[in-house]
Structures are given as structure tokens and as C-alpha cells.
């Protein structure tokens, strides 16, 4: 094992991990942004709407994202759309990601006994006020599991972003093996990285599950 | 709008749910301000769905509602409106888990009325000591008992200032040591004149309270009577039947006596 190039190569590896993060961070926001219109258009069950998010939910959770990354840096430029790498990753992660927090908010929301809403409702809220005030916030508690396991898989389905030419920490690995030979190093870099990012966050979750578990509402 | 006109009215009401089940058949009914209404009858008669549809939470598929003159029966109602004017307490309290007792008072208040938040606080305050629960004022619904939650939802409806108040079966959950907390609180409604369709399986409280019970079976409105007459000499035979599932007698007196359950020929009335 080669520890001065270890060392010499953690910077780089530090660059990319930052990438990794920052597509993973902006991805997973536009996912709970996404999963949260999809499920609030399934609650209402907005005709045509709902149909719409329940082909999109059955598209992305039945493909795999290397295959979407393709359709999207490879097949889209030839609609005329062109975008950049670190767009593409963006867009595909959220593709991917919206579907999956759509699920689970809206399996959480319908573990929230629909009376809830109606008393809502009886108070003279509107719909959107119900379900605002009343049903999301005690069905997020429900959700919280669902939603930290969310994040975690994204972040680690972003490990496929190399194939679209984001320098992420794939990338730089294969790059490194490539061109140096240092394989183990290579991959004791890749691993180490992976883990200083998803371990902390791993363990947040946890932290943050225990935390709202005693929502038991109700009696 | 005078006194003596009828604040709420039906006017053969219908109602189909979407599985088949017809549990409204033409209902009409006048209710006046002030008044006290007990709705009752056997289980599946349509009693709750008579309170639901005057919420708007089912609509219906016949006849009229009419509040204070306005119809609220057709799709342009704003129900939001109306709702703020015609409060529900569910048989199970249905309070908003996440939220102490003090903010599940508030929220109506301050979401859809954007009321004054010091002076709904106030309010919120003076109601949970007339119900006897000034100290529970920060505790979370799950911290409260059964009564204790019910009694809660009946202020949290108050607190929109409602003209009438439907109360669907709201001791049916309750241990019976804790029905009359929460009923000593809807007499004392009654006494201060608010307009109350009661839906109930508490006899004598319907009795108590009621200044006219209305008597339905099979979606339909079978009998509306005063109370005292209502439980002493009903004049149908179906609400007499009803009357004598509340009645007991012991076993091993007149076992021959025959079909005392089926209510046919059994003329003597409940006590209330």
C-alpha cells in the first residue's frame, strides 16, 4: 500500500466528493419537492393529474437510473435538448428520487385515518389548509424511516454518475486506476470517501427516527 | 332573520353512498334556534349520516338543506364558511395528535379565521376552565383521557364561535364513568341556548336534554316527539321495539312470557 499517493490523492478525491454531495443535496431537495406535489395530487386525487403521477411513479421505480442517465445525456441531445453532465445527474437523480418519496409520503398519508382530515375540514379549513396543517405534519413522523432510507439510496445511486461523465468519486477512482495502476489505493480512496459521507448521515437518521418514534397519535 | 324561523331545514334529504347504500330516504326536518335536537335510533338508521350531510362532508343526492336561508346543499356552497358557523364533535375526538390541547384550540382560530392570536389564547383559556381542564392546557392529546379528549374537541368546535353544533355520538368511545363529564358540558351548552343536533345511544341524557327526539330507522325519519312522550308512549311500533333493547329483565322471571324481544306485542315503554 502506497500511502504518499493516498495522501497526495485525497484532495482529489475531496473535490469529488463534494460534487457527490452537492448533486446528491440539490437532487434529494428536488426529490422531497417532487414527491411531495405527487403525493398531494394523489390525496386529492386530481383526475388526470393522478394518473399521470401514477405512470411517472411505475417509469422511474421500474428502471434503473443508468438507463434514465442514458436517455437523458444520450438520447435527449438528439431531440435537441442538450444538457450539462452535472445537470443530467441532477435531473435523473430527481427523476429517480421524486417517485420514491412520492411513495412514501403518500403511503404515510393514508396511514392517517381520513377523519383527521374531515375534523380538519369541519373547522372550516380548506382542503390544502388540512392537509397542511394536519395530515402532513403527523404523516411525516410516519414517513421518517421511508424518507432517511430515501436519502441514503440516492446518495448512493449517484455512484453511477461517472458514466455520463461527472467527475464524481467513480470517476476519479477509475481515472486513477487508469492511469497509475494504484488499484488498492484506488479503492481503499473510493470506500473511505463513500463512507465519510454516508456514515454521519446514517447515523443522523437513526437520531432522527428515535426521535419522533413516539408519535403513536391518537390514543 | 327572527327567532322563530327555523335556522336549519332538510327537505326530503337523499343520500346514496357510492357502495349502494341508501341511508337517507327523503328526511325533512326543522330545526329552530336554540333548540336541542336528539337524533336517535338503531345503528346503520342514518342518524350520523344526517349530521355528516349537514356538515358537508357527504353530499347528497336529493332534497335541500337550508342554513339561516341560504341553501347549502348545492355545490357552489363555501363550505368553509358555513363549517365555521356550524361546528361537529366526533365520537373519536378526532383532536390533531401532534399538537398540545392549547394549539389544537388555536389552529381554526388562526388558520382560517386569522383571528387575533392574544385574544384567541384568551378565549381558549376561559373555555378550557369552564370545562374544568385550565392545567391540561399544554399536554398532548395522548396524555389526555377519553373524556378529557372529548370534552377538549366539543371547545375546540366552540372556539369558532359556531350557531349550531352537531354532536355525532361523542360518549359512544367513552368509559361510562367519564359520559357524564363530558355530558354535564352539553347541558350546560343547551342552558346558554346553543342549537344542538345530538346524535346519541344515551337514553336518558336524550331525554334530559332533547326538546324534541327525533326517531329514524332505515334512512327514514319515523317519529319526532317530545321527549317525555317520546319515552313513555311512542306511537310506532318500530320505535317501541327500539325503546325495549334498553330495557333488562331478570332471567328467571316469566320465562314463559314469549317473545318479549322481537317487541311485537309488547306495549310497555322504556323508562328513560
Known amino acids: 500500500m502506497d500511502f504518499g499517493f493516498i495522501r497526495e490523492s485525497i484532495p482529489l478525491y475531496g473535490e469529488a466528493?463534494?460534487?457527490?454531495?452537492?448533486?446528491?443535496?440539490?437532487?434529494?431537495?428536488?426529490?422531497?419537492?417532487?414527491?411531495?406535489?405527487?403525493?398531494?395530487?394523489?390525496?386529492?386525487?386530481?383526475?388526470?393529474?393522478?394518473?399521470?403521477?401514477?405512470?411517472y411513479v411505475e417509469l422511474s421505480r421500474n428502471t434503473p437510473l443508468l438507463v434514465q442517465l442514458f436517455f437523458l445525456y444520450f438520447g435527449l441531445p438528439k431531440t435537441g435538448v442538450v444538457m450539462s453532465s452535472e445537470l443530467c445527474a441532477i435531473v435523473g437523480l430527481t427523476f429517480l428520487g421524486g417517485s420514491y418519496m412520492a411513495e412514501a409520503f403518500r403511503s404515510s398519508l393514508e396511514a392517517i385515518d381520513s377523519i383527521q382530515f374531515q375534523s380538519a375540514l369541519s373547522l372550516g379549513m380548506t382542503r390544502g389548509q388540512a392537509l397542511g396543517h394536519v395530515m402532513l405534519p403527523q404523516s411525516l413522523a410516519l414517513a421518517m424511516p421511508a424518507l432517511t432510507a430515501n436519502v441514503i439510496f440516492l446518495l448512493k445511486e449517484t455512484s453511477v454518475m461517472s458514466v455520463i461523465a461527472l467527475p464524481d468519486l467513480v470517476y476519479v477512482a477509475k481515472e486513477q486506476i487508469g492511469n497509475t495502476y494504484n488499484t488498492s489505493e484506488a479503492l481503499v480512496l473510493l470506500v473511505s470517501f463513500y463512507l465519510l459521507i454516508l456514515l454521519p448521515i446514517s447515523l443522523g437518521a437513526r437520531y432522527l427516527e428515535r426521535r419522533v418514534r413516539y408519535a403513536n397519535f391518537g390514543d | 332573520m327572527t327567532d322563530d324561523k327555523a335556522v336549519l331545514q332538510l327537505r326530503d334529504v337523499d343520500k346514496t353512498y357510492p357502495t349502494g347504500v341508501h341511508a337517507l330516504r327523503g328526511v325533512s326536518l326543522d330545526v329552530a334556534r336554540s333548540e336541542v335536537i336528539a337524533i336517535v335510533g338503531p345503528s346503520g338508521c342514518g342518524k350520523s349520516t344526517l349530521l355528516r350531510c349537514v356538515n358537508g362532508l357527504e353530499p347528497i343526492q336529493g332534497g335541500t338543506i337550508t342554513f339561516d336561508g341560504d341553501v347549502i346543499s348545492d355545490p357552489k356552497t363555501k363550505w368553509q364558511k358555513v363549517r365555521q358557523r356550524i361546528g361537529m364533535v366526533f365520537q373519536s375526538y378526532e383532536l390533531f395528535g401532534h399538537l398540545t390541547v392549547m394549539k389544537n384550540l388555536l389552529l381554526g382560530p388562526s388558520v382560517v379565521q386569522h383571528a387575533d392570536a392574544a385574544d384567541a389564547r384568551t378565549r381558549a383559556a376561559a373555555l378550557l376552565e369552564r370545562v374544568g381542564l385550565a392545567d391540561r392546557a399544554d399536554a398532548l392529546p395522548r396524555q389526555l383521557s377519553g373524556g378529557q379528549k372529548q370534552?377538549?374537541?366539543?371547545?375546540?368546535?366552540?372556539?369558532?364561535?359556531?350557531?349550531?353544533?352537531?354532536?355525532?355520538?361523542?360518549?359512544?368511545?367513552?368509559?361510562?364513568?367519564?359520559?357524564?363529564?363530558v355530558l354535564d358540558v352539553v347541558l350546560e351548552l343547551a342552558s346558554e341556548g346553543m342549537t344542538m343536533l345530538i346524535v346519541t345511544h344515551e337514553m336518558s341524557f336524550a331525554r334530559a336534554i332533547a326538546d324534541r327526539v327525533v326517531f329514524m330507522d332505515a334512512g327514514r325519519v319515523v317519529e319526532v316527539a317530545e321527549p317525555e312522550r317520546f319515552f313513555t308512549a311512542p306511537e310506532s311500533a318500530r320505535a317501541q321495539q327500539f325503546l325495549n333493547t334498553f330495557v333488562f329483565e331478570a332471567p328467571d322471571k316469566d320465562v314463559a312470557a314469549g317473545p318479549a324481544l322481537d317487541g311485537a306485542d309488547v306495549g310497555e315503554p322504556a323508562e328513560g
Open chain 1, 17 to 55: 466528493a463534494l460534487l457527490t454531495v452537492r448533486i446528491g443535496a440539490v437532487g434529494i431537495v428536488l426529490s422531497l419537492l417532487v414527491g411531495l406535489v405527487c403525493a398531494a395530487i394523489q390525496f386529492f386525487r386530481i383526475p388526470l393529474l393522478r394518473q399521470l403521477v401514477a405512470a
Open chain 2, 151 to 181: 370534552r377538549i374537541a366539543i371547545v375546540r368546535a366552540l372556539m369558532m364561535q359556531p350557531e349550531v353544533l352537531l354532536l355525532d355520538e361523542i360518549t359512544a368511545s367513552l368509559d361510562p364513568e367519564m359520559v357524564r363529564e
